[in-house]
Nanobody
Framework: QVQLVESGGGLVQTGGSLRLSCAAS????????VGWFRQAPGLEREFVAA????????YYQDSVKGRFAISRDNAVNMVYLQMNSLKPEDTGVYYC???????????????????WGQGTQVTVSS
């Protein structure tokens, strides 16, 4: 069982930046794929970013490419999401995810990820 705890959310103005952090309790954390999803009110959870376990490759939703960056520090079991040039449409609850058996083709699918954090709220004001 893996526990994920997000932090770093908050209220920011359009154009601002936030850095989300996710602390993971997992042995052999480096063998897990990690990622971030978000959910806006009334909408389904959507993929934001991920780092695949086997090759360390990163993947992003088109709307955040060039603005967001996912990273990890396996020495301390942490995952990060640096968010720059934030827009009101980035508002939502952001969830950290992890999975040790995820296949690459499923990276973008919420149902494919086994472990989820409780979420952290990000609000971007216009």
């Amino acid at each position: 069982q893996v526990q994920l705890v997000e932090s770093g959310g908050g209220l920011v103005q359009t154009g601002g930046s936030l850095r989300l952090s996710c602390a993971a309790s997992a042995g052999a954390f480096s063998t897990y794929s990690v990622g971030w999803f978000r959910q806006a009110p009334g909408l389904e959870r959507e993929f934001v970013a991920a780092m695949y376990r086997r090759n360390g490759a990163t993947y992003y939703q088109d709307s955040v490419k060039g603005r967001f960056a996912i990273s990890r520090d396996n020495a301390v079991n942490m995952v990060y999401l640096q968010m720059n040039s934030l827009k009101p449409e980035d508002t939502g609850v952001y969830y950290c995810v992890a999975d040790s058996t995820l296949i690459l083709s499923s990276v973008f699918e919420a149902r494919a990820w086994d472990f989820w954090g409780q979420g952290t709220q990000v609000t971007v004001s216009s």
